[in-house]
């Protein structure tokens, strides 16, 4: 079970809290999955050709 603890302000309301480090990667882990499969879901609906992944390489380390 997970222990919270909540920053309180001067008038005791809730405004943060303290979870465990491993907590807080898993929830940065799923939050970047969850990105990457809105951005999937988005390109899947894209009706464009796709390209070979040599040249969106080279296209990338050129735009950087």
Known sequence: MLQENFVID???KK???QIPIRVYEKLLADSEELEDI??????????SEPIPF???FREIEVGL
């Open 54 to 56: 040599d040249q969106a």
């Open 15 to 17: 405004i943060a809290i």
């Open 38 to 47: 809105k951005e999937y879901r988005k390109a899947k609906t894209h009706k």
């Open 10 to 12: 001067k008038k005791g």
